[in-house]
Structures are given as C-alpha cells and as structure tokens.
C-alpha cells in the first residue's frame, strides 16, 4: 500500500505540478499589480520602476496604458474611435504593409501626450528633453520625402531615446530618488517618471519600425541607383574631358548633397569618331570609303528601366567628315542620328552638290569600355 501511496505522489508531481508551473509562467505580468503607498522608500520605488521596466509594462510588450495619461489617444486612419498609444503602436507595428502617414499620426499623438504631462522640478527637465528629442528626428521630412530627395546628412537616422553617454538630462532612476526623498511624494514621483519612460519607449518602437522599411527602400534606392550610372558608363556615349566640363554646366550643384542618380541626356561637344561614307562619286569600283568623323554639336537622351539598364536611347550631331580617298579635298558637312549600342547614321553633302551615307560608330567606347586586361588590373589594384 505505501509502495502504491509513492507511486501515486510521484506521478502527481512529474506530471500535475509541472503543468501548473508552465501555466503560471505563461501568465501575463500584471503591471497594475505594482503599488507604491506613502511610506515606500526611494530603494523600493526604484525596485519597483526596474521590474515595470524589465516586465515589458513601460511602453513595451506589456504596456500599461494606466501610467501613460489621459492625453494617450490616438484616431488612426480608418477608425471611427480614438485607441490608446498602446494599442495603436502594437497595431501598426503588427500590420503587414506599414502605413507611414498613419505613423506620423501616431508619432505626433505620443509627443502631443508627452508634453500633456504635469511635471515639476527634475521630471519637467526630463520631458523638455524627451520632447527635444523626438521633434529632433525630423520625422515630417523622412516620412514624407522620397529616399532619393533627402540630403546624405538626413540619412543617419538615431532611433534612441535614452542610450546617451554622457546625458544628465535623461537620468530616470536619479530624478526618481531625488523625488522620493519625501515618502508622500514617491507614488506619483514612479507614475510621472513611468510615464515619461514609456513615451520614449512608444517613440523608439515607432522609429524602429519606420527604420526597418526606410533601410530597405534606401538599399533598393542605391541599388538602382549604382546601377544607373554603370549603365551610363557601359551603354552611353563615351565623353572627352572638355565634355564632361561643358557638361558639368548644367548640373544642378544644389543636388550635390544628395546620391544622385545620373542624368538622361548629354551634351556631345567636338566628339571625334570613325566610320565610313556611302557614294558613287568616283569611278574607282569602291563606293565604301572610310572616313574621319568630327561631331561638332549634338544631343543624347535616354530613359532608364525598373532595372536601371538603359532604354530608349536617340540622339543626333551636326558633323563634318573627310573621307580617306586621294581625289577627294571637299569636306563633308551633315547630321548625324545616335541609335543605340553607340552606332550612328547620316547623310553629309559637299560644295560638288554631292551627297553621302555616313556610318559611324563611337571609337571612344573601345578605350571606355571595360575589357578583360582592365578587369585585371583593377583586381590587381584592389
């Protein structure tokens, strides 16, 4: 019988009491379980702001709307009734395609909240600066520009609301004992400084999540952008120094803080070149002559696809050409029109009343272009 008696205590424990455990430990805490009276000490309210803190009920997981304040509300695009902070932020983290107008509401909310808060002394010291913060982030420009219109100077994006070393201004623990030096005061004291924590901690959830989807947009945008200008590089027309100068004219320098992408058209400014002219005008049985080329003015443009790859690309030159035959002194003057892969056709005419098809092609791009022994050398220069 004592045998059966063990055997049966023992099957209660391995299999009743764990159970139990496993469910008070799925529990959720009960943040408004934590109360301070008027004879709790500053090492007890401390105690107390730390595991409200570590428990997930400032601002975080948990989120005890109590200590937030009356003014915690929000009306969210699409709802017909205000939610709280809380709620809002878990919502708006949770859903699949973040809203960012919807997370500037919230943002503005959660600093309107903040500075709804009635401090006094060291605390209001606190919320100025929280406050100062947060309207520091500039989140009405990163939330409402494209990535590629902001300044490199806006795309170090700091999320954090309290990691400052040094930064008396935001010290928690210090302004909450200085406050519970008088017992009476220590609850409210925890509740003011709860409450201040959490904004900030609301503030850098929202952050973290803008954060998130503006990375991801900033590194697709340098994508395609980098990709934009090797296309240029490989698929454009070659230009001489004295045209990258004449260029640069146009070039908006206001632009300059910004990665830019590359223009969609050039400028092409006594352009040497090759090819060969079409004419039956002498009678040696050769009408095909190979010919110098001089692209004294013209225009280039282009469009880019999703891919940054060039397309639609057209252009045109005002040219003089000589051709290599020995009878021939008059020069060739006509227009030229770009295709793309960098070849060219036309029409010149000469003082003989003579005209002439003219092919070209943009011998500049054989030294541009990237070749194997160059591909080396560079690997060899890294």
């Not at 809380?86 to 909240?113: L, M, Y």
């Not at 005061?185 to 803008?210: V, W």
């Not at 120094?241 to 590359?262: K, L």
């Amino acid at each position: 019988m004592k045998q059966l008696n063990l055997s049966l205590i023992l099957f209660i424990l391995l299999t009743i009491l764990p159970s139990g455990l496993l469910v008070a430990q799925n529990q959720p805490f009960d943040c408004s379980g934590i109360k301070l009276d008027e004879q709790t000490t500053a090492d007890q309210a401390q105690m107390a702001f730390d595991k409200l803190r570590l428990k997930g009920c400032l601002g975080d997981t948990l989120c005890n709307t109590g200590l937030l304040g009356s003014n915690s509300t929000v009306q969210l695009v699409g709802q017909s009734a205000p939610m709280n902070l809380c709620k809002a932020v878990s919502t708006w983290e949770s859903s699949k395609k973040k809203d960012v107008p919807e997370a500037a509401s919230i943002i503005t909310a959660i600093i309107s909240s903040l500075e709804g808060i009635e401090t006094s002394g060291a605390e209001s010291v606190i919320q100025a600066r929280l406050v100062e913060e947060m309207k520091a982030k500039r989140i009405e420009i990163w939330t409402t520009s494209e990535i590629g219109e902001l300044p490199i100077s806006d795309w170090d994006m700091d999320i954090k609301m309290f990691d400052r070393d040094p930064n008396q201004a935001i010290d928690f623990l210090a302004t909450l004992r200085t406050k519970c030096a008088v017992a009476t005061d220590c609850p409210e004291a925890l509740k003011d400084i709860a409450a201040l924590f959490s904004h900030g901690q609301l503030m850098e959830r929202m952050l973290s999540g803008l954060l998130k989807d503006y990375r991801q947009a900033a590194i697709k945008r340098l994508n395609l952008v980098d990709s934009m200008w090797g296309s240029v590089r490989t698929s454009a027309r070659a230009v001489y120094p004295w045209e990258i100068v004449f260029n640069n004219f146009f070039i908006d320098i206001d632009e300059i803080d910004i990665f830019a992408p590359p223009p969609d058209h050039q400028y092409i400014l006594l352009h040497p070149g090759l090819g060969y002219e079409y004419s039956d005008e002498f009678d040696d049985g050769e009408p095909l002559f190979e010919t110098a080329i001089l692209e004294v003015f013209g225009y280039f443009h282009w469009s880019y696809d999703e891919k940054g790859e060039l397309k639609r690309q057209f252009g045109g030159s005002l040219v003089a050409s000589w051709r290599n035959h020995p009878a021939d002194e008059n020069l060739g003057l006509g227009v030229m029109f770009h295709l793309p892969r960098n070849w060219s056709v036309g029409v010149t005419y000469r003082e003989n009343d003579e005209y002439s098809l003219l092919f070209g092609v943009d011998a500049a791009k054989w030294f541009t272009k990237e070749g194997r022994w160059q591909q080396k050398l560079r690997g060899l220069l890294n």
